[in-house]
Every structure is written in C-alpha cells, then in structure tokens.
C-alpha cells in the first residue's frame, strides 16, 4: 500500500537545526510532488513548501523560505525537509503528503514532533 | 495570501443528523479547494478534491459544492466516526492556506 514513514520526534534548543525524513513507498516516487505542512498545538494546518520528486523544484512559503529546505533522494525514495533557526515558534508537528488524486493531500506521513525547547 | 475563513468554529450535532460545513475564500479560488478531516493524534484525511470530488475510500454521505469563494462541505446521516476537525485548503494561489477548522463534535 501507498505509505510514508517519517523519522523520530525531536527536540533541538532555539538557534539549532533540524532535518525530517518520509520514506515512501508503494507507488513510483518521481511521480508525485510532495508536500511539506506543520501544525503547532491548537492552530490550523500551515503550508510549508513543496518539491517536485521527479526534477528537484522546490517551492516555498515566503514566511519560511529563508529558513527551509526540502530535498529528496530519489534512490532512496525519501524527502527531506530542513528547517533552520529553530525559535519556540516553531514547535509543531510536522507532515510529509503527496499531491496526488486531484492534486488533493491523499497520503500522509505519521507526523514528526519538533520540539523546541532551552 | 488567499484566507479561508470557515464557519461555523464548533457545530454540534447528533447521530444521524446533517452537517453542512461553510468555507469562504478571501477571492476566488476556481474549483480548487479541498476539505480534510482530521482526528485527534492522526494526520489529516482527504475527504474531497477539487470542491466536489469525493477521495478514493470516502463514503457517499460526503459531498462538496461550491466554486468561486463559497464552498459546502455536508455529511448526511452522521455516523460516530464522522466527528472530527474538518480543514479546507485551496490551491489556486501561493502560498496554499488552509481554513482554521470546524470542529464537528457530537451533542
């Protein structure tokens, strides 16, 4: 079946990095983008970029572009998403999706908590 | 930035009753806005594509109308696993937003 797995939750201190995997499988990874959207405690779902699988371009929000970066390796069949100059902000839970049936969000990582913390 | 404001934040409802869930885009938006279901600790769910389109698996007593900056997203004959945060999204501009959500919950 169509599934991505993400990487392990997460707590970095304010300033740090993080980088957050999602393995796919099931399907032929260079022929859907993915989607990268977070969501912090209580607050609506929040677009973060996108990447399309097949030729590397990337997409960004412009509130994060200057702090994100989202790659893939398609040997491996997986994306990755960095985020930069981590402040309490940015704790959430963050989702890898495909743009796939519709260009709708029809497959979803299990999410992976980031924590910001000092 | 394209806002979706949803309304109503909290409908609340009985088995077997029907929820009618509103989405306002802040311009329009075509047909291109999708609606999510999302329960607590799991990811969200596709539930309808391109204001009408019905996801693979989702059952018939969801549909979406709607084009332009007015969307519905109604669930006939509420069943228990239907209550849930429902998101819609559009994809027309950029960035892509998403509603704030309405809370679908049982009275």
């Known amino acids: 079946q169509v599934q991505f797995v993400q990487s392990g939750a997460e707590v970095r201190k304010p300033g740090a990095s993080v980088k957050v995997s999602c393995k796919a499988s099931?399907?032929?990874?260079?022929?859907?983008?993915i989607h990268w959207v977070r969501q912090a405690p209580g607050q609506r779902l929040e677009w973060m970029g996108w990447?399309?699988?097949?030729?590397?371009?990337?997409k960004y929000s412009q509130k994060l572009q200057d702090r994100v970066t989202i790659t893939r390796d398609t040997s491996a069949s997986t994306a990755y998403m960095e985020l930069n100059s981590l402040t309490f902000e940015d704790t959430a839970v963050y989702y890898c999706?495909?743009?796939?049936?519709?260009?709708?969000?029809?497959?979803w990582g299990q999410g992976t908590t980031v924590t910001v913390s000092s | 930035e394209i806002v979706l404001t949803q309304s109503p934040a909290t409908l609340s409802l009985s088995l077997g009753d029907r929820a009618t869930l509103s989405c306002r885009a802040s311009?329009?938006?075509?047909?291109?806005l999708a609606w999510y279901q999302q329960k607590p600790g799991q990811a969200p769910r596709l539930v309808i594509y391109?204001?009408?389109n019905r996801a693979t698996g989702i059952p018939a007593r969801f549909s979406g109308s709607g084009s332009g900056t007015d969307f519905t997203l109604t669930v006939n004959s509420l069943e228990p696993e239907d209550f849930a945060v429902y998101y819609c999204?559009?994809?027309?501009?950029?960035?892509?937003?998403f509603g704030q959500g309405t809370r679908l919950e049982i009275k």
């Open positions: 990447i399309n699988a097949g030729n590397g371009n990337t």
């Open positions: 391109d204001a009408s």
């Open positions: 311009q329009s938006v075509s047909n291109y």
């Open positions: 999204q559009q994809r027309i501009g950029w960035p892509i937003t």
């Open positions: 099931g399907y032929t990874f260079t022929t859907y983008p």
């Open positions: 999706t495909r743009a796939g049936q519709g260009w709708g969000m029809d497959v």
